[in-house]
């Protein structure tokens, strides 16, 4: 027998006493493991679905002005239109911070002869359209290519049209392909259409009336990539938005704020547990390192004894605590963050979490068992 | 030094704080152990006969006065080495048994043995022998629990001389016992004795006294007596 195998026959056959340390354990590192986790995901949740959320740079031409107004920028009303051109796209996702940006959306807004009224029709590119706007619920198929049309709802309810039905633009004939369902904006009174066909029923080739931009920048602030924007372009006002993104990140940051606070106070309370719980399982155990004493167990024995247990039960609490601590993310993060979060095991946070487990369990037995281990053996036996 | 003197008290004083009265628990004690002696310390409660063992054991730093064991003054060692000593020399039987719960015999037995060297076989042959020499080799693996008071004090006893000591120390050792279990404990004590063991055994129990070769009578913390009974 080593003095070490005492401790664990001890933990082995004393299950109960073992498991509300384990469960301080536990409940000091899940906690910070959850909060942790929640937050991170969250973040990281955000930066991924950033075009799930909407555009926060809007670029438009310098000298434009606007009567026709789509999301609070318009066209017509100048003699001197001035357009932004297709490979201002190309320059928009090369600029030096293009790793940020998830969507680039191009539009031009043309008011064309619909069925025999003066409609504004907007070109857009229907895949990133698409990602810029998960919102966007629509009856019928989704529009793909140069012969679909997306109507607005009230455009719909206005021409009568509906998913299927043929439609006369510009003396061409195309399709509705579907049906917005009302989003009260000015989206419902819109046509959208493949950027490529109103470019040529418009005349405008090659031209561009504005262009949306969706980026996120989790360590840099969105004005850089403004910057980098109006630097690429110069007869581009590039401008941020994003009003949408800006609260949902003020959410998860005051969030993170609560969190922390959260974990600080859970991390306190189970490290109390384990504290009391150690130094009751030491008290307890008084007249047994009293035995150990007169047996001939030097002081570094019984320490040995001690900081045995705490380090297996540290071991366990931690990967348990871990392990809940992920689950309790799970759980927590989409309920609070109110989008689906993907929370992933972390193995230099579960590392971290099982070192801080047995510091804490450490720490907390270390100074119970120096104090019984001083004790004189007579003193320690009369202990009851 | 008479060269059987095992054990020599020199003046022990003990003072302990009870309250803010200050006892006198033992006042100067003079007191020689031969080799293979088996000594009864006998006197009422409060006489002070615990306290002796336990600073006689090495366990008890006397408020004055020394302990030469085999000529070295144990009050005189760092309380590690203390404990070293207590390994090496001795060996204790106390009247709660004092056996670790959560340990079968047999890993009661070996616990003096787990801070040694010895390799595991060896530690469990020796305590597997000691069991079978106190009646219990049958019941190795049993916990405290499942043990009779009579088989848990053989225990101890085995864990005291399992280590083979010179000394060992027993306190009480019939005290929780009935009386027909008490004698077959003293007859193993006194067995043991005959192997040339040297027992101090405190006791209240003038039964006892027949098993033994010495009597120390104590009274107030001073030794009041003492009588050579073979």
């Known amino acids: 027998m080593r003095v070490d195998s005492i401790a664990l026959k001890n933990m082995a056959r004393r299950p109960s006493k073992s498991f509300f340390i384990v469960l301080g354990i536990m409940l000091a590192v899940g906690a910070i493991v959850t909060m942790y986790t929640a937050v991170n995901s969250m973040h990281m949740e955000f930066a991924d679905r950033f075009d799930e959320i909407g555009a926060n740079i809007m670029v438009v031409p310098k000298t434009q002005e606007f009567t026709l107004s789509y999301g609070g920028v318009s066209i017509r009303g100048s003699s001197d239109l001035t357009y932004l051109v297709n490979d201002d796209v190309v320059r928009i996702n090369t600029i030096p911070n293009s790793d940020n940006i998830a969507t680039v959306a191009p539009k031009l807004l043309a ?251 450490l720490l907390a037995s270390a100074y119970p068992a120096v104090k019984a281990a001083k004790l004189d053996p007579v003193e320690a036996m009369r202990h009851i | 030094m008479d060269k059987t003197t095992l054990i020599n008290a020199i003046k022990i004083l003990k003072k302990y704080q009870s309250g803010s009265e200050q006892v006198t628990a033992l006042g100067g004690i003079e007191l020689k152990v031969g080799k293979g002696e088996f000594l009864a310390l006998m006197g009422p409660s409060g006489s002070g006969k615990s306290t002796l063992l336990t600073i006689l054991g090495a366990l008890n730093p006397p408020t004055s006065g020394s302990v030469i064991i085999d000529d070295i003054d144990v009050y005189k060692l760092s309380s590690e080495r203390r404990a070293d000593f207590r390994s090496a020399y001795m060996g204790f039987v106390f009247q709660q048994f004092h056996l670790i719960s959560y340990l079968t015999a047999v890993e009661n037995v070996m616990l003096p043995l787990a801070i040694s060297n010895k390799p595991h076989h060896e530690q469990l042959n020796m305590a597997k022998q000691v069991l079978d020499k106190v009646g219990l080799g049958n019941k190795l693996n049993r916990l405290p629990n499942q043990l009779s008071g009579g088989e848990q004090e053989r225990v101890a006893i085995a864990r005291a001389i399992v280590n083979e000591p010179p000394i060992v120390f027993a306190d009480e050792p019939t005290g929780a016992l009935d009386v027909k279990t008490g004698i077959e404990i003293m007859k193993l004590f006194q067995q043991l004795n005959g192997e040339g063991l040297t027992i101090i055994m405190v006791t209240h129990n003038p039964e006892n006294l027949d098993y033994v070769k010495r009597t120390v009578y104590m009274r107030d913390g001073i030794i009041e007596g003492e009588q050579q009974l073979s």
């Not at chain 1, 709802?153 to 049906?179: H, Y």
């Not at chain 1, 600080?264 to 047994?288: D, N, Q, W, Y």
């Not at chain 1, 927590?332 to 992933?344: D, H, Q, R, S, T």
């Open chain 1, 111 to 361: 008011p064309l002869d619909v069925m025999g009224r003066k409609l504004v029709v907007v070109g857009v590119d229907f895949p990133q359209e698409l990602a810029l706007k998960p919102w966007w619920d629509y009856q019928g198929n989704t529009p793909r290519g140069v012969m679909d049309v997306l109507l607005g709802a009230d455009t719909a309810r206005i021409l009568g049209l509906a998913p299927g039905d043929p439609l006369v633009i510009a003396g061409e004939e195309f399709r509705v392909t579907g049906v917005l369902h009302p989003q009260g904006s000015e989206e419902d009174g819109l046509i959208f259409m493949q950027l490529l066909a109103v470019q040529r029923l418009a005349g405008l080739e090659d031209k561009l009336s504005l262009i949306e931009v969706a980026a996120y920048c989790t360590t840099c602030p969105i004005e850089e990539i403004v910057a980098d924007i109006n630097d690429a372009i110069h007869y581009a006002q590039a401008t941020a938005l994003g009003e949408a993104v800006q609260a949902r990140a003020q959410v998860v940051d005051s969030f993170t704020n609560f969190t922390y606070a959260v974990a600080a106070v859970v991390f306190f309370i189970g490290s109390m547990l384990v504290l009391v719980t150690m130094i009751g399982s030491v008290k307890e155990r008084t007249r047994e390192i009293g035995i150990f004493r007169a047996l001939g167990f030097r002081q570094s024995s019984i320490m040995e004894i001690f900081l045995t247990e705490a380090l297996v039960l540290g071991v366990i609490g931690g990967i348990l605590g871990y392990g809940a601590g992920v689950l309790a993310a799970r759980i927590l993060a989409p309920v609070i963050a109110g989008i689906e979060v993907a929370v992933e095991p972390n193995p230099i946070l579960g590392g971290s979490t099982i070192i801080l487990a047995i510091a804490l369990s």
